[in-house]
C-alpha cells in the first residue's frame, strides 16, 4: 500500500501547543503497548488508543460526511494501542485475512499455526515480528519510519471521523423508526435514501436474524452505538440496492464490552471502536474493516477489507 500525499491542517490552538502534523497525540493519555500474535490455537489479535488528534483533513467530505482524509480506511484490520496489558493478535487455524494489516503502538507482531495475510504488513518499528507453523503473509512487511508515519496518520485520522460521526444528528430511516436500540433474532429491513444516521444504545443480532440495509450505490448508514455490538450464531447483515461494505460504518464509541462476530454470523461494513477490544471468532466472515483496541481473529474466521 502506498501512502497517500494529502496537505495536513492544523489548527491554531494546536500551532500555539507546538504540534506538529506527525505528532503522536497518544502522547497526552497513558501509554498502552499493543502485540500482534497471530497463533497456533486459532486467533488474529491487533491493538487503539484515543480525545484531541491530528491528521488529514479533506477540504471535501468523505463518503460519511466528515472532513477527515480516508487513509484509515485503508486496512482490512487496524490496531491502536491495546489494553490494561499488553494485546495479542492471534490469527491461526484457517482464519484468513484478505487486505493490509497495520498495528500501531509497540507493534509486536506473532503469527503461527495456518494464518494467512493475504496483504501487506504494517507494524510500528519498535514493535517485533514472529512467524511459526505454517503461517504466511503474502504480502511486503513495512516496517520502517515511512510505514510509522502511515500507521501514525490512520490512527490519528481514525479517532477523529468517530468523533466527528458521533456529532452527526439522527437522520432519514425509512420507514421512520422509533427505536433505540437493535437487539433481535428475527429479520428487519432499514431502508435508507441519501446519508443515515442511527443513534442506539446496543446493535445485537443472534439467531437466524437477518438485517437488510436497504439504498442505491449513493446511500451510506451510520450506526452510532454506544454499548454493546454483536452478532452471533447464523446472524448477518445483508446490503441490497447497491450499497457497498464502505458505505456503512458502525461506530462503537468509548469503553465497554468486546465488539464480537462470532458463530457462522456475517458483517458487511466498516466496524470503528478505537476504545473496544473486537474478537471475530468462529466460520464468521467480515466485509469491510475492523478498527480496534485490541483484534482478535480466531478459529476459520474471515476478514475481508472492502476498499473505501
Known sequence: MKAKTRRKEISAPARRLGLTPTTDLRQSRPFVKSVLNL???AALVLAVAGPFFLGALNATADQFGTTVATDWQNWAAFSQGGGVTDTVTDQSGGTYVKGNIGVWGSGNVSLSGNAILDGDLYYRTSGTLKLSGKAKITGMRHHDAAGDTILQQSSNEAYMESDQLWAQPAQNPSPTYNFTTINTSQNMTITGTGHVVL???DFVLTGNATLTLQG???????????????????AKVVLSGGITASNVVYNVRNTGSDATVGGTASLQGILLANYRNVALSSSSITRGEVVGNKV?????????????
Open 39 to 41: 497463533s497456533a490455537k
Open 296 to 308: 482478535t481473529i480466531s478459529g476459520q474466521a474471515q476478514l475481508i477489507h472492502g476498499s473505501p
Open 216 to 234: 442505491t450505490a449513493a446511500t451510506t448508514f451510520v450506526f452510532n452505538i454506544t454499548k454493546q455490538f454483536s452478532l452471533s450464531d447464523s
Open 199 to 201: 443513534k442506539l444504545t
